[in-house]
């Protein structure tokens, strides 16, 4: 099954108030409720693209697939990439690391041009 997983990006770029943020850029508030706190299964392209924008995104991102038992796929199958994404806050795996490991991430970061 396809579905959204917002939730993901929202830790991954360590924001606290998804709602807030949603509101911001302009979704209703009842759609971003919606948004933050029900399984996502459809959504207007508009808001998409709201997300997407607001997150530095793309639509690739997040949506995710949860696999049907009845209907297992092949280990190469292109789906199974969007299957297990990261679902961690990288702002508070920094908090965790050490000041030597953070300059390094620095370094690697400035090298890339981040």
Known sequence: MLYFDF???F???????PYRLLIQNGIAPKTAQNLVHSPVKTIRLEHLE???RALNCTPNDVIRYKADEAKPLAEDHALKKIENKIDVSVTDMLKKI??????QIAIIMQQQKL
Not at 11 to 17: A, D, H, Q, T, V
Not at 98 to 103: A, G, N, R, T
Request: glycine share 6%; hydrophobic share 35%; charged share 15%.
């Open 98 to 103: 050490s000041l030597e490991q953070l300059q």
């Open 11 to 17: 830790k991954l770029r360590g924001i606290s108030n």
């Open 50 to 52: 709201i997300i997407c």
């Open 7 to 9: 939730s993901s990006m």
